[in-house]
């Protein structure tokens, strides 16, 4: 989380703003005796005229032209890109998740764009009075380490549309009585005297039209996906020393159990570019740490927060299950199944999101350190 040097005071001017597709809304104060905030809208996207929003607060409020401004928006749509163009123009930006801001629980959520500025505002005041709790601000990644996400998360959604369009011609096919016993669908489209109803006869001529035209879609998905996993494949053989990430990848190939898939998204989305002082941090950021809710002597597990990345999370958890089939000598596989291995199906699930959490912070300090996880074994 950024840290302020200062103090803010009433020199300091407070920049809140509340992004949409066509308008913004900005809201501007000194977080002191300076009179009621200043609400503008402006046109999206037009940094000239956010330049010359700041510069009439600035008067507005009876500051300097060289007084420090710290603003504040949601994550979103928007990316980083504000983020980036504010911090260039000497402004202390923040990126709050919008998740982690507090709201009123037992009143109605009244609900516009001045309104949601306002609140923002205000809770800008109190972040800038080093009150803590009031949220949480994002780690906001360079361009470099941002650009090498993009690979792994189109491959993730043409994944998803592959999926999708498999469902499709299932329950195409399910309409009519018909289905493949093998598991998936075959590459080659089966001519239409080969696909029979319930009563024998051969498939409509429109629902086999549609039927074409929904496998030509899943040709293209397929040629996408084993068009990107070979991109990925050349980054990783190549041997670019101004890549950052490849040791890192090639480390944590070097561990049984752990693929190339693995490898890439736990570096690109989590090691490459975070700073972790600790193993705290390092769970919190996968959201793989426990919701504990206690009061008195009551005590109540809500479950993980899901508060980090969910690309990761997903993959976190699958690694878990392979490291218990490949590394079953290790420390963490022998935890798992002293405690966990005796009980039902849903202990062990409840179990396994333990253990990747573990994984995740002993991954972190092999990579860290170098030092090789408490029995894991090295591929050959």
């Known amino acids: 989380m950024p840290t302020l040097t200062t103090r803010p005071s009433s020199e300091t001017l407070l920049l809140a703003l509340d992004l949409g597709n066509k308008m913004w809304k900005l809201g501007f104060t000194v977080g002191g005796p ?27 409020f009876r500051l300097s032209d060289d007084a420090p401004v710290m603003s504040c928006y949601e994550a979103g749509r928007d990316g980083f890109w504000l983020h980036r163009a504010l911090t260039s123009i000497g402004v202390t930006s923040l990126v709050v998740d919008s998740a982690s801001i507090e709201r009123n629980s037992r009143a109605r959520q009244v609900k516009s764009d001045r309104l949601d500025t306002q609140a923002l505002l205000n809770k800008l005041c109190r972040h800038a009075a080093r009150e ?17 996400r993009q690979l792994h998360r189109e491959l993730f959604t043409i994944k998803r549309e592959h999926t999708r369009a498999i469902n499709r011609i299932k329950g195409l096919l399910a309409l009519y009585g018909i289905g493949f016993e093998s598991r998936g669908l075959p590459r080659l489209m089966p001519p239409q005297t080969e696909l029979r109803m319930w009563n024998g006869t051969s498939i409509p001529n429109a629902a086999y039209a549609r039927l074409v035209r929904e496998w030509s879609r899943l040709t293209l998905v397929r040629r996408e996906i084993k068009a990107l996993v070979n991109e990925r494949r050349a980054l990783l053989e190549a041997d670019d020393p101004t890549d950052p990430t490849l040791p890192m990848v090639r480390k944590l190939l070097a561990l049984r159990a752990v693929g190339e898939v693995s490898a890439w998204i736990y570096t690109t989305e989590f090691f490459a570019w975070r700073q972790f002082r600790n193993r ?13 809710r206690s009061s008195g002597d009551m005590r109540r597990e809500g479950g993980i927060s899901k508060a980090g990345n969910r690309f990761l999370r997903a993959l976190a958890i699958e690694l878990a299950w392979s490291w218990l089939r490949y590394q079953p000598q290790s420390a963490l596989a022998k935890w798992y199944r002293d405690r966990f291995g005796s009980g039902g199906a849903r202990l062990r699930r409840v179990g396994i999101v333990a253990l990747a959490r573990k994984l995740l912070i002993a991954l972190w300090h092999y990579l860290e ?12």
Not at 132 to 148: A, C
Not at 280 to 292: E, F, P
Not at 369 to 380: R, S
């Open 369 to 380: 350190t170098g030092v090789v996880p408490e029995g894991a074994v090295l591929k050959a």
């Open 132 to 148: 803590r709790g009031v949220w949480s601000v994002i780690n906001v990644p360079s361009v470099d380490d941002e650009d090498r």
């Open 280 to 292: 705290r941090q390092v769970g919190a950021a996968a959201g793989l740490c426990s919701t504990l």
């Open 34 to 60: 300076g009179g009621p905030p200043r609400i503008r809208t402006m046109p999206a996207r037009d940094l000239r005229c956010l330049r010359n929003e700041i510069a009439v607060a600035k008067k507005r």
